[in-house]
């Protein structure tokens, strides 16, 4: 009846977690094989996020080709979790080996390229917005923005210690997408708050984003 939510089984789905070769999951759903992917055609929201460990580059390149052949007007983020940085080539290499057709997204990101010769349109006349792909990697991980233009976007993952106050300075230096702020289970409930705030307010500021 028009009353009536959707039924559980028939929501939008927003985020994908990939776990173990071949295995993947709607978040808060059970682990399913990667071939059964297609039985959630058509149930893909807008804005994709698909999260799992760095190795799953491996096996996942066809679930998200059928995700963006799926949904060519919606933006997928894929969240890597890394202990080290893969290299840039190869993450450039995996993104292009996708199949594509250019959509509105994609053409609309032309205007943030620079203009092509003699100040004429950009050379191609498109950008590729999905799949934006995230690593994830530990704070102390030697790995450079700058080298990944065009293939990821780094997130520093940082967990204080209680009473530790947060480098902030360090974090703009370091520069990146954003923060993965990962509290100590024993922090104190007023000390959380206030880690929190400040870490959104530099955020705020610098243009960052803050994951918590």
Known sequence: MGGQGR???????????????????????????????????????????????????????????AAAADSPASVIDLYLRCDEAPAPEALRAWRLALPHAPGYLDRVAVYASPPGPDGGPPDPDHGRVSPRIFLVLPWSAAAEPSDYAGAAELIWRFSPAVGEPLPLGAWRVAGGAGISLELCPDTPADERAALLAEARAWAAEQGRVIWA
């Open 7 to 65: 039924r559980a089984e028939d929501a939008l789905i927003s985020r994908i977690e990939l776990g173990a070769p071949g295995q993947w999951r709607p978040a808060g759903a059970g682990w399913r094989a990667a071939d059964s992917f297609g039985d959630s055609v058509g149930r893909l929201a807008a804005h994709l996020d698909v999260v799992g460990p760095a190795g799953a580059l491996g096996w996942a390149g066809p679930l998200l080709a």
